[in-house]
C-alpha cells in the first residue's frame, strides 16, 4: 500500500498564498499519478490539479493561473503552491496516488480562507 501525509493547510486572507506538501510512502510504482482534491462542505469532492510521473499535468479550470502542482526529483513528495487565494478555496484538500491498481487517499489538510 501506498501511504500519504498532507501538511501545510491553514488560515490565510484574501488575496494570499499557502503551499501544501504531499508526502508518499511505501511500494510506490514507478508510473503513477498523485493529485490533489478538494472537498467543501455540502459539496462532492472535485479534482483540483494532477501530475504523472513524466510530468505532465492537469488543473481544474477555477485554478488555472493560481495553483501551481510539482514533484520533487524522486517523485514521493508533491506539492501544491496556491497563490490569489478566494473564499470559495475553502475546503479540504487531500492527496491522491493512483497507479495501475491502487488508489490511496491522504487524511486531508483544511485550507480556510477568509479575512
Known amino acids: 500500500q501506498v501511504q500519504l501525509v498532507e501538511s501545510g493547510g491553514g488560515l490565510v486572507q484574501p488575496g494570499g498564498s499557502l503551499r501544501l506538501s504531499c508526502a508518499a510512502s511505501?511500494?510506490?510504482?514507478?508510473?503513477?499519478?498523485m493529485g490533489w482534491y478538494r472537498q467543501a462542505p455540502g459539496e462532492a469532492r472535485k479534482l483540483v490539479a494532477s501530475i504523472s510521473t513524466a510530468g505532465n499535468t492537469n488543473y481544474a479550470d477555477s485554478v488555472k493561473g493560481r495553483f501551481t502542482i510539482a514533484r520533487d526529483g524522486a517523485k514521493k513528495t508533491m506539492y501544491l503552491q496556491m497563490n490569489s487565494l478566494a473564499p470559495e478555496d475553502t475546503a479540504v484538500y487531500y492527496c491522491?496516488?493512483?497507479?495501475?491498481?491502487?488508489?490511496?487517499w491522504g487524511q486531508g489538510t483544511q485550507v480556510t480562507v477568509s479575512s
Open positions: 491522491n496516488y493512483r497507479d495501475w491498481g491502487r488508489n490511496s
Open positions: 511505501g511500494s510506490i510504482a514507478r508510473s503513477n499519478v
